[in-house]
């Protein structure tokens, strides 16, 4: 593997340990853990996608990178 391969490797694998931990019950997805977990898992794997110059999941990490920014900003929002 790559150096590309391995920062997209690391990315999904954020976003798969997030989704696992909500599905067994130890974080929600209001939870930082989540919500951080989602960001630099997104981050990483769009990052890679840009590498790779391979659009189709450029625009989906993109927007699941964007969503978990405006959801982890809500989140610090609401506890101030």
């Known amino acids: ?6 920062i997209g490797f690391l990315g999904v ?3 798969l340990l997030a989704y696992c931990l909500n599905v067994i019950g130890k974080i929600t997805n209001k939870h930082i853990a ?3 977990l989602n960001l630099v898992g997104a981050s990483m ?3 890679a996608s840009v590498l790779l110059n391979y659009w189709p999941f450029i625009i989906l990490e993109a927007v699941w990178a ?3 920014l ?4 809500k989140l ?3 506890s101030l």
Do not use: E, G, H, R
């Not at 593997?1 to 391995?6: A, E, P, V, Y």
């Not at 405006?70 to 900003?73: D, F």
């Open 70 to 73: 405006y959801s982890l900003l």
């Open 34 to 36: 989540f919500i951080s």
């Open 45 to 47: 794997a769009c990052l």
């Open 1 to 6: 593997m790559n150096f590309i391969d391995w």
């Open 76 to 78: 610090k929002k609401s």
């Open 13 to 15: 694998f954020q976003i």
């Open 66 to 68: 964007l969503v978990s």
